[in-house]
T-cell receptor, first 116, second 112 residues
Framework: GAVVSQHPSWVICKSGTSVKIECRSL??????MFWYRQFPKQSLMLMAT?????????EQGVEKDKFLINHASLTLSTLTVTSAHPEDSSFYICSARDRGFGNEQFFGPGTRLTVL | KQEVTQIPAALSVPEGENLVLNCSFT??????LQWFRQDPGKGLTSLLL?????REQTSGRLNASLDKSSGRSTLYIAASQPGDSATYLCAVYGGATNKLIFGTGTLLAVQP
C-alpha cells in the first residue's frame, strides 16, 4: 500500500506557542487529505478535509483559526495549531486518499502533541 | 446520517483461535469499506479494502466480507497470534459525504 508520513512524531511545547505538523504522501499524489484528532481510548474524530490548492473544509465545532490547514501540493499538507493550550494536547493523525487505489485512505503514524 | 457500530467492543482469545469481528452500518449506499488496525500510540494500518461491488477480500490470515444490503461486514482472523493484539477499526466511505466514517473499534487481545 501507499505510504503517508508525518513529522514530527511527537512534540512538547509551551502554552501560547504555535506548532506545525507536516503530512506527506510519499509514493502517490493525494488529491484529498484529512486531519483527525484522537482522544485516549476513542475513535478518530475528523477535523477537516483539504483538497490541493483550495481551502480546507472544517467539521462542525472545529475552529479554523485555531487549526490552520494548508494543502499546498499534491504530496504535502500541514496542520498548524496556533496559540496552543493544554486542552489541545492530543494525538493528531493525517490521512491521504488516492483515487488510483480505489479511493482507499492511507494514514500517517500520528503526532503526539503535549502542551504544557 | 451514517452510523458504524462494531461488536464486540473487546475480545480476549487464546493464541491459535480463529475469530470474527463484526461491523454494521446504517446507510448501505457506500462506495467501499476498510478495515484498519491500530496499535497503541500509533497511526492506522490499512488491512483490507472492499469495494461496494465486492463480496470479500483476503490477505494472508485475514478475510473480510461485505454484505452491503444488510449493512454488515466481518473480519475473520485465522490462527490468531499475540502479534495480532491491537484495536481493529472498520470504516465506510460513501453516501452523502466524502468522508470515512469510523466504527467504535474492537480491542483484541490474543493471549500466548
Amino acid at each position: 500500500g501507499a505510504v503517508v508520513s508525518q513529522h514530527p512524531s511527537w512534540v512538547i511545547c509551551k502554552s501560547g506557542t504555535s506548532v506545525k505538523i507536516e503530512c506527506r504522501s510519499l509514493d502517490f499524489q493525494a488529491t484529498t487529505m484529512f486531519w483527525y484528532r484522537q482522544f485516549p481510548k476513542q475513535s478518530l474524530m475528523l477535523m477537516a478535509t483539504s483538497n490541493e490548492g483550495s481551502k480546507a473544509t472544517y467539521e462542525q465545532g472545529v475552529e479554523k483559526d485555531k487549526f490552520l490547514i494548508n494543502h499546498a501540493s499534491l504530496t504535502l499538507s500541514t496542520l498548524t495549531v496556533t496559540s496552543a493550550h493544554p486542552e489541545d494536547s492530543s494525538f493528531y493523525i493525517c490521512s491521504a486518499r488516492d483515487r488510483g487505489f480505489g479511493n482507499e485512505q492511507f494514514f500517517g503514524p500520528g503526532t503526539r502533541l503535549t502542551v504544557l | 446520517k451514517q452510523e458504524v457500530t462494531q461488536i464486540p467492543a473487546a475480545l480476549s482469545v487464546p493464541e491459535g483461535e480463529n475469530l470474527v469481528l463484526n461491523c454494521s452500518f446504517t446507510d448501505s449506499a457506500i462506495y467501499n469499506l476498510q478495515w484498519f488496525r491500530q496499535d497503541p500510540g500509533k497511526g492506522l494500518t490499512s488491512l483490507l479494502l472492499i469495494q461496494s461491488s465486492q463480496r470479500e477480500q483476503t490477505s494472508g490470515r485475514l478475510n473480510a466480507s461485505l454484505d452491503k444490503s444488510s449493512g454488515r461486514s466481518t473480519l475473520y482472523i485465522a490462527a490468531s497470534q499475540p502479534g495480532d493484539s491491537a484495536t481493529y477499526l472498520c470504516a465506510v466511505y460513501g453516501g452523502a459525504t466524502n468522508k470515512l466514517i469510523f466504527g467504535t473499534g474492537t480491542l483484541l487481545a490474543v493471549q500466548p
